[in-house]
């Protein structure tokens, strides 16, 4: 169970407490929210963020830790003023200092629909990026839209559809961790999560993808990789679930739809916005 945690969504002020209840309701990976990413690849704390605990400030229980990148600049790339190689290299440089200040066991990815005027180069420097976190024991972890990867679109568009096939693809997809595909605030592919979860197990090509060295455009996904989000509760998504029977399935619901089917019960887990939306239901997730 995945949550995200650390800029008060909503007006739901982030605490540590919720983050130590959220671990005893059965949380096992935490992702603070966010660190922006800048040009050269130096990252920090977002200004709408509360300030970075460390792993051991949140909690004694044996739990994932991860630090979310991007999305506190609305989801945006910066345009790269270096190489996409040495941009990655610099993140990476720069997430091992926050891994030695605060305990961070790995990244997460949430970039939106922005990628900036060097959309080719940024996915180029994430994939270098993925690697060289990977080769060091650490996980990589992402949130895409559903329009960010979707087998209904047959074509890669920067910063649109299927902007994240080729971070996802059968070239990248031993450096990659967690897929946590947000199923809300836009439409689910064949307004269906077994359907697309089932697109994504079974893979499709996606045509046009950068071409960064080793990118395939095939995406293959293993159900152990899969961790589809949700929101924690009304609010959380403010656009819903569009095209969802019933809209999102909260508590019970999604307990029911995961329980009723042996495609999503087979992935990995799911993800949620957030702890602090969960907290205000009662921690129904």
Same mark, same amino acid.
């Given at each position: 169970i995945i949550g995200y945690w650390g800029c008060s969504p909503g007006g739901h002020? /982030?605490?540590?407490?919720q983050l130590q209840t959220a671990l005893g309701k059965g949380?096992?990976?935490?992702?603070?929210?966010f660190y922006d990413v800048d040009a050269n690849g130096g990252l920090y704390q977002d200004p709408g963020a509360v300030a970075t605990p460390s792993k051991s400030q949140?909690?004694?229980?044996?739990?994932?830790?991860?630090? /979310?990148?991007?999305?506190?600049?609305?989801? #945006? #790339?910066?345009?790269?003023?270096? /190489?996409?190689?040495?941009?990655?290299?610099?993140?990476?440089?720069?997430?091992?200092?926050?891994?030695?200040?605060?305990?961070?066991?790995?990244?997460?990815?949430?970039?939106?629909? #922005?990628?900036?005027?060097?959309?080719?180069?940024v996915v180029c420097g994430l994939r270098t990026f993925f690697k060289l976190l990977h080769s060091n024991g650490f996980i990589v972890s992402m949130a895409p839209q559903t329009t960010a990867l979707t087998p209904e679109v047959? /074509?890669?568009?920067?910063?649109?559809?299927?902007?994240?096939?080729?971070?996802?693809?059968?070239?990248?997809?031993?450096?990659?961790?967690?897929?946590a595909v947000q199923l809300y605030n836009?439409?689910?592919?064949?307004?269906?999560?077994?359907?697309?979860?089932?697109?994504?197990?079974?893979?499709?090509?996606?045509?046009?993808?950068?071409?960064?060295?080793?990118?395939?455009?095939?995406?293959?996904?293993?159900?152990?990789?899969?961790?589809?989000?949700w929101p924690s509760g009304n609010g959380a998504a403010p656009s819903g679930c569009p095209g969802l029977s019933g809209g999102c399935p909260y508590g019970g619901a999604l307990s029911s739809l995961y329980n009723g089917n042996s495609v999503l019960k087979g992935t990995a887990g799911v993800m949620?916005?957030?702890v602090e939306w969960d907290e205000v239901s009662n921690y129904q997730f």
């Open positions: 002020t /982030s605490s540590i407490g949380y096992n990976v935490i992702i603070y929210a949140v909690g004694s229980q044996s739990f994932t830790y991860l630090v /979310s990148l991007f999305g506190g600049q609305n989801g #945006a #790339a910066p345009s790269l003023t270096t /190489s996409a190689d040495a941009w990655a290299q610099n993140m990476y440089n720069n997430f091992v200092k926050l891994h030695q200040q605060f305990g961070f066991d790995g990244i997460d990815i949430d970039l939106e629909n #922005a990628w900036g005027g060097t959309g080719d180069q047959p /074509s890669y568009a920067t910063g649109s559809w299927n902007s994240y096939a080729a971070l996802i693809d059968t070239g990248i997809i031993d450096n990659v961790d967690i897929l836009n439409a689910v592919p064949y307004n269906n999560a077994a359907q697309y979860a089932t697109a994504l197990i079974n893979g499709f090509q996606v045509n046009g993808c950068p071409s960064c060295p080793g990118t395939t455009g095939l995406v293959k996904v293993p159900p152990c990789k899969i961790a589809f989000g949620t916005w957030s």
